[in-house]
């Protein structure tokens, strides 16, 4: 595919009237062509403006060709071949292993949704049928079905160029649930964004959809961001960044005169607990768990939302027999290439902030890597009383870097739990005889996390049926729900009551006749469709 430079608006590619922009290779810090045409305001309306237009069709699509719209911009990012792979790789400096996978998510997930919207049980369809000659008055006849928000605008994530931008969690999930989407392109991989860009207005003109339902936009976050959450053509906002930006744009959705949910994934430092029994066993044992831990620190140069950033370790003999193992194990790794210089950037003030911080110290250190923005991952360590006592200690380094923190008894992992902001997850490394120490934590971490892990690491979200990827503030802007996973379509979804409409004024889901053929709530009992065609089946990613 040819690289424009441009924005695309309901399927037109549109230079800017702004600034223009460019990538820049952070294993060089050398500039990309082509440059990137910036929006202005007056240009942003366009896009809002079609995606409202193409509100109505989309909406009330029959599910078969919303299915095969989905599907079919899967086909579309598989079809760019590795032109994808290698742009995305200089853009962010990841290696070609790690986008693949990143791929094969993103079009897993698109085709996973697709599989929902044949389905159909996220259309929640409930009805309480009349009772004319109920007691001591009658009931009427009431129906209720999940409709789309409106137009979601999506931003796309620095860290994952492919999985959580343009065709990813946020925007497969919004047009799953019959939302047109606005995407703002992140600016530090601006050519992946427009090659998928293309990919999913291509979709959208080989099904025959209105234009509108899908539009990419170039522009400053300060300015075209904060002006898409404000336009009132936008419903909702989807957004994977830092917690500073998530919170200027929920402050100016609520700002509105009608406030739109921001559904924001914002920062995480994914607790790990390690329990006596885990770290019973001999010294290979112990150095395999230290190595597990280290390369989900360091993994993707620790750039990612579940990266663990804090470890709470016995004290005691084998507790410092672990530290130790830790320490050597971080010795060995080289730094990675992260995303941006100005990432590497903080990195480095983060880490030196939390370094030098009272009563820390070094656990263990890397090299730096051989390329630049590549600073040597470190591992750091503290007593249990100074990380409760300490604020600099709970602050999230984004990449990698850990924090070791020591620990005597169970009362003291529930204080210092009581004491942490809201996570995506928290891991616990235990055996059989570590459960009842255990127990008292589990009720508490429920307060604290989206997920809980035994005997495994937070790296590596399953999209799939079941997870949850969210999680009180600040890890989400909203603790009911998941970004990763079939619920996360209920984000762009609402409820509507329909009371004694003829069938010629229902909307398809609800007559009589079932057209859509949707396993139905009635009268509080469920009750399932006939058999429709089977879909061919499609593997889901564990990424």
């Not at 050519?191 to 990919?199: D, H, M, P, R």
């Not at 928290?426 to 127990?439: H, I, K």
Request: charged residues 15%; hydrophobic residues 45%; contains cysteine.
């Amino acid at each position: 595919m040819t690289l424009t430079g441009r924005s695309l608006i309901a399927g037109q590619a549109v230079a800017g009237d702004g600034k223009t922009a460019y990538a820049f290779n952070p294993v060089t810090n050398l500039q990309l062509e082509p440059g990137y045409t910036l929006l202005t305001e007056e240009q942003l309306n366009d896009a809002t403006v079609a995606a409202a237009a193409a509100y109505p069709s989309f909406s009330t699509l029959d599910p078969e060709t919303h299915a095969r719209f989905l599907e079919a911009i899967a086909e579309n990012i598989e079809a760019i071949g590795e032109e994808l792979v290698t742009r995305a790789g200089l853009e962010t400096g990841l290696p070609a292993a790690r986008l693949q996978g990143e791929r094969a998510r993103t079009t897993g997930q698109l085709r996973l949704f697709a599989g929902v919207v044949r389905q159909g049980d996220f259309r929640g369809v409930r009805i309480d049928p009349a009772l004319p000659d109920r007691a001591p008055l009658p009931r009427a006849d009431i129906r209720q079905r999940q409709i789309p928000l409106g137009p979601v605008a999506v931003f796309g994530a620095s860290n994952f160029p492919l999985a959580f931008s343009t065709a990813g969690g946020d925007t497969a999930s919004a047009l799953a649930a019959g939302c047109p989407v606005v995407f703002k392109a992140h600016n530090a991989h601006p050519g992946t964004g427009e090659l998928v860009g293309q990919a999913i207005a291509k979709a959208v003109r080989d099904t025959g959809l209105h234009p509108g339902v899908f539009s990419l936009i170039y522009g400053p976050g300060s300015s075209i961001g904060q002006a898409l959450v404000a336009d009132p053509a936008i419903k909702a906002v989807g957004f994977t960044g830092s917690q500073s930006a998530g919170i200027a744009l929920m402050r100016t959705a609520a700002a509105r005169p009608e406030p739109i949910p921001v559904y924001a994934e914002m920062s995480s430092l994914n607790p790990v607990f390690v329990f006596p029994g885990a770290i019973a066993g001999n010294a290979g044992e112990i150095d395999a768990l230290a190595r597990q831990y280290v390369a989900a620190v360091t993994g993707s140069s620790g750039q990612l939302c579940t990266s663990p950033g804090l470890l709470f370790a016995p004290a005691g003999a084998a507790g410092d027999e672990f530290a130790a193992a830790v320490g050597r194990a971080v010795s060995s790794c080289a730094g990675q290439t992260m995303l941006t210089e100005g990432i590497a950037g903080s990195w480095n003030a983060g880490a030196e902030a939390l370094g030098s911080a009272e009563n820390v110290s070094v656990v263990g250190q890397g090299a730096e890597g051989a390329t630049k923005n590549s600073p040597a991952p470190a591992i750091f360590g503290t007593g249990v009383a100074d990380f409760v006592s300490n604020p600099v200690l709970h602050q999230e380094i984004f990449g990698a870097a850990s924090l070791v923190i020591r620990y005597s008894t169970t009362e003291e992992l529930v204080h210092a739990v009581n004491r942490i902001e809201g996570q995506l997850t928290a891991s616990l490394q235990l055996t059989e005889s570590d459960y009842r120490a255990a127990a008292p934590l589990i009720p508490v971490l429920e307060q604290k996390v989206g997920r809980i892990i035994v005997n495994g690491w937070p790296t590596g979200v399953e999209v799939g049926h079941a997870m949850v990827h969210g999680g009180p503030f600040p890890a989400t802007s909203d603790t009911r729900t998941t970004s990763v996973g079939t619920l996360a379509i209920n984000r762009f979804l609402r409820p509507v009551a329909y009371q004694n409409l003829p069938q010629e004024l229902l909307p398809a889901p609800l007559q009589d006749p079932n057209p859509w053929r949707l396993n139905r709530r009635i009268d509080g009992v469920v009750q399932a469709a006939a058999a429709k065609e089977a879909a061919p089946e499609k593997a889901e990613v564990n990424a």
